[in-house]
């Protein structure tokens, strides 16, 4: 049984589409995180959500819009895509916000043409 | 806000050799210290971590080192294999803010 799950896990797309990537832990944790992992295999913070209240908005451009219906689920919409925005997105999940590990998804690939 | 610097950016080993991946951070509040491991195509996985209140801790084949005062922390692996080849994150927190990654280590273990 998987503890977090992205879907889908490979995105291909246009410019200027609207895409989103939906992501899911069963682990009971309170915290969730999506993480942008470029070519350069840097992991950047982008948002965090606690019990469904987002705790953190790093600079990142107001076409992508998390979105956390419950603490289960954590769900990236991007609006308007660029090419820069291909990337692999990591969904993560922590035990609550003062928690220290991190169980990571098995990440979206997302490819813009 | 925390700073991790990684160093180096890639390691090349023969099977058999040691490894180290060092670290550097910037806030002196940080007291958690974890080591991630990414092999190719898949997700980051906790390896080991350490805690301020110790100078090392080791489990198997790998050890982490930690000097608070200089403010950085390295990972050791030695007689290393090929399965070991991935790449390395290092990361720091104080636990009231999330993690801050380093840029990551290529490790590459050669036959």
């Known amino acids: 049984d998987t503890a977090v799950s992205q879907t889908p896990k490979y995105l291909v797309t246009q410019m200027g589409n609207d895409k989103s990537i939906k992501c899911e832990q069963n682990l009971g944790h309170d915290t969730m995180y999506w993480y942008k992992q470029d070519s350069k295999k840097f992991l950047k913070i982008m948002f965090s959500y606690n019990n469904k209240e987002l705790i953190i908005n790093e600079t990142v451009p107001n076409r992508f819009s998390p979105k956390s219906p419950d603490k289960a689920h954590l769900n990236l919409h991007i609006n308007s895509l660029e090419l820069g925005d291909s990337a692999v997105y990591f969904c993560?999940?922590?035990?609550?916000?003062?928690?220290?590990?991190?169980?990571f998804g098995a990440g979206s690939r997302l490819t813009v043409l | 806000g925390e700073n991790v610097e990684q160093h180096p950016s890639t390691l090349s080993v023969q099977e058999g050799d040691s490894a180290v991946i060092k670290c550097t951070y910037s806030d002196s509040a940080s007291n958690y210290f974890p080591w991630y491991k990414q092999e190719l195509g898949k997700r980051p996985q906790l390896i080991i971590d350490i805690r301020s209140n110790v100078g090392e801790k080791k489990d198997q084949r790998i050890a982490v080192t930690l000097n608070k005062t200089a403010k950085h922390f390295s990972l050791h692996i030695t007689e290393t294999q090929p399965e070991d080849s991935a790449v390395y994150f290092c990361a720091a927190t104080s636990g009231y803010s999330t993690l801050t990654f380093g840029k990551g280590t290529m490790l590459l273990v050669s036959p």
């Open positions: 993560a999940s922590s035990q609550d916000w003062g928690a220290r590990v991190l169980t």
